[in-house]
Structures are given as structure tokens and as C-alpha cells.
């Protein structure tokens, strides 16, 4: 299995523009995760799915982010507009089980909003 | 309010030596743990875990020791490889409550040659 896949890999853009970051989870996991790593905050949980169903959200930060799961092997986060605090590496995570289980990251999307 | 305490930003330790990381909790519901790697531009990697029914979890060089009382989990690597220079991350998940991972701010190791 080609593990987690996450595109773009970097991503640049200037404040206001929308950006959309995409995850392909490992095959047969039933859980996708969406975190944020910066250096202040450290890796925060944003949302979470099962079963292509978002079961908590409670760490998006604001509107303006979004996520979607419209089938099983694949998921966005948007963020619209994008602000320079929203610059940060983006993680996508999967895992066979919603609670407690290993979760297998993706490499990551380096978002930088000038 | 940090959940997930890792006091040590960095740590640096000679080859063949043992690396400890330590991993401090508030939450009392938390009753699973984990440890991952990550190596700079690449996601965290699972490394080792261990239950609240445990005190002790052992792979190979790497061994994770919960000490519930004092809400405290411990990374021992014996012997350090230069290979293990990375950053290490404690998680910790109350699943029996329905909570995910909370994950402490890591801890840089660097193994020196």
C-alpha cells in the first residue's frame, strides 16, 4: 500500500485566496484525521471522520476552514479565505479505528499564506 | 491548557547510550498512549503504545513505561542509533470516554556519532 497520500505536497498563496488541500487515505481504513502542526501550538486535531462522516469538529478553528469526505478514499480541507496565521504544515492521518488506534500520517502539506 | 506535557524541547544523547523521553498527563481519563517519530518533511510515524491496564511495553530497542499515580510515561531507547535522531511525539486518548489523541509538543533527540 502506497500509505497516506496528501497533495500538494507545498503550497503557496497570498491572503484572501482559497485553498484546498486533498487526502487519500490508506485502503479499508474507516477513520480519517485532519491535524495542524505549528510551532506554537505543536499538532492540534482539527476534525475527524468515520465511515466518511464528520464525528467532531470541535478543533476547526473558524468558518472560514472546511472539510469534506464524499467517499471513502478521499478528503479535503479548505480554508476560504486563507489568512498568514493559517500557515502551517497540514497532516492527514487514517486509521482502522475512530478511537485509540494507530493512525498512519501522510507526508504532510506545507501551506504558507503571504 | 496543555493535556499532553513534554518538558523537554530536546535532548541529545552519544551513540550506544540510553535515550529517555519523558511525557506528562493532566487528564486522569486518559487510558492509552502512544509514541511516534517523525523525521523532518515527513508525517509522525507510530512508534510503540501501551494501555492503562500496563506499566510496561517492550519492542526491541524501545520500551514505554506508564506510571499511572504520577500521570507520567517514560521513552526508553537502548541502545541509542544515529538512525533515532528525530522528533517524538507522546499522544494520549481517553477512548473508553469516546476521546481521541491529544498530543504533547515533542521532543527534538539528537543521537551523536
Known sequence: DAGVIQSPRHEVTEMGQEVTLRCKPISGHNSLFWYRQTMMRGLELLIYFNNNVPIDDSGMPEDRFSAKMPNASFSTLKIQPSEPRDSAVYFCASSLRTLGGEQYFGPGTRLTVT | ?113
Open chain 2, 1 to 113: 491548557d496543555q493535556q499532553v506535557k513534554q518538558n523537554s524541547p530536546s535532548l541529545s544523547v552519544q551513540e550506544g547510550r540510553i535515550s529517555i523521553l519523558n511525557c506528562d498527563y493532566t487528564n486522569s481519563m486518559f487510558d492509552y498512549f502512544l509514541w511516534y517519530k517523525k523525521y523532518p518533511a515527513e508525517g509522525p510515524t507510530f512508534l510503540i503504545s501501551i494501555s492503562s491496564i500496563k506499566d510496561k511495553n517492550e519492542d526491541g530497542r524501545f520500551t514505554v513505561f506508564l506510571n499511572k499515580s504520577a500521570k507520567h510515561l517514560s521513552l526508553h531507547i537502548v541502545p541509542s542509533q544515529p538512525g533515532d535522531s528525530a522528533v517524538y511525539f507522546c499522544a494520549a486518548s481517553a477512548r473508553n470516554y469516546g476521546q481521541n489523541f491529544v498530543f504533547g509538543p515533542g521532543t527534538r533527540l539528537s543521537v551523536l556519532p
